[in-house]
């Protein structure tokens, strides 16, 4: 595939369905190396529950990845430092779609304030925080249903540019 061209822009409600497909079709993509068939279906259920993401992403601040009029990623954050969301679309993994979701978040952040930033990262996304120069705090697990996975607690100051 082409390098794509990309663009970052703001989450418009209209975007919701095709935002869950390409969750749905990045955990179930992405993330096998790290996460069992019933960890990923624990992680991304078949059966989507709109209304609680509507009620999850409204409490966001969220930036889409547009490759065209394709969607290839999308990133979650709160003003407060927190990356909630970073998904990129399978078809687009390991092209800078990530990198450039994080930059715009970190410069919204800067912009709004932060000092600090951390997220609870998958083992999946591990090394492009690390890349992005967090650190490791702590190994956590959280439960969905019977089914745990592991995940990273990770953060980042900022210093003043
Ligand atoms: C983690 C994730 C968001 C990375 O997205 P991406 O668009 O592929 O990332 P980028 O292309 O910007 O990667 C930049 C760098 O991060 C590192 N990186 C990214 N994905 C990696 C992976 N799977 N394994 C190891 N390093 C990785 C690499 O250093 C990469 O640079 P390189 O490709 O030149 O080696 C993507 O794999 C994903 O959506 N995973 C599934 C969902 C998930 O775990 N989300 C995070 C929830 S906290």
Redesign the pocket.
Known sequence: MPTPNLTVRTYQASDLTALVALFNA??HG??A?HYDAAQRQAWAPAATDMPEWQTRLSALELLIAEDGQAIA?FIGFSLAGH?D????APG?????????LYAAAEQRLRAAGARELF????L??Q??FA?QGFSVQQAQTVARGAVILP?MLMRKPLEPR
């Open positions: 990045s955990v992405l993330t190396d990623g990356i969301l970073l998904f990129t687009y993994a390991r092209q800078g779609v990530a990198t450039a997220t609870e990262a998958s999946v996304a090394a492009f890349g995940r």
